[in-house]
């Protein structure tokens, strides 16, 4: 399959501590982008990035988020000191360049007690 | 700031009828690029049509197809011949030109399918 795989699909995890997601883009895509859907809204976007140089970043993302992608292929994103608000679905999504179709991920729902 | 506005949280339309999906959007570029995502309960992001702002012929997939209108920043999703597997949310996304890669998304409209 060479559609944008994301690891783990379901993470529960106890407020206060660090989580970390990953992304496969499609292989040949430049462009990588993160965004958050809560329950019943549509996706939020969070950052994105052009090979390895993250090009921007939603003041969505606050300090406890960083997000890598260190060799232009997958990336990591990291939440520090979880909070309760931090529950969402995080879904990634790939492009070859701007302006064309990107393709999104099966998501990781993120649950935070 | 560029808005993505679905008016519309639910609809609900007889299979095999057809239904049409409103969205209208704010921005102040002339270069654009406007979407429809399907996202069944599955979850996954599906790309359903796509339309760049600069072309005035509306965009067809198949059973799907828009109303864009550009002046009235409009941009409506028709689905004819509803399936019961057309049952989702669907979001209206805008992606701004070069330099503006992200998408914005609408709420979504949950569309329901009645056999």
């Not at chain 2, 095999?16 to 979407?35: I, K, P």
Request: include cysteine.
């Amino acid at each position: 399959d060479t559609g944008v795989s994301q690891d783990p699909r379901h993470k529960i995890t106890k407020r206060g501590q660090n989580v970390t997601f990953r992304c496969d883009p499609i292989s040949e895509h430049n462009r990588l982008y993160w965004y958050r859907q809560t329950l019943g809204q549509g996706p939020e976007f969070l950052t994105y990035f052009q090979n390895e140089a993250q090009l921007e970043k939603s003041r969505l993302l606050s300090d406890r988020f960083s997000a890598e992608r260190p060799k232009g292929s997958f990336s990591t994103l990291e939440i520090q000191r979880t909070e309760q608000g931090d529950s969402a679905m995080y879904l990634c999504a790939s492009s070859f360049t701007s302006g064309t179709s990107k393709f999104f991920g099966p998501g990781t729902r993120l649950t935070v007690l | 700031a560029q808005t993505v506005t679905q008016s519309q949280p639910e609809m609900s339309v007889q299979e095999a009828e057809t239904v049409t999906l409103s969205c209208t959007y704010d921005t102040s570029e002339s270069d654009y690029y406007l979407f429809w995502y399907k996202q069944p309960p599955s979850r996954q992001m599906i790309l359903v049509i796509r339309q760049e702002a600069y072309k005035q012929q509306n965009a067809t997939e198949n059973r799907f197809s828009v109303n864009f209108q550009k002046a009235a920043k409009s941009f409506s999703l028709k689905i004819s011949d509803s399936q019961l597997g057309d049952a989702a949310m669907y979001f209206c996304a805008y992606e701004g030109g070069v330099g503006d890669d992200k998408i914005i998304f609408g709420k979504g409209t949950r569309l329901h399918i009645l056999p």
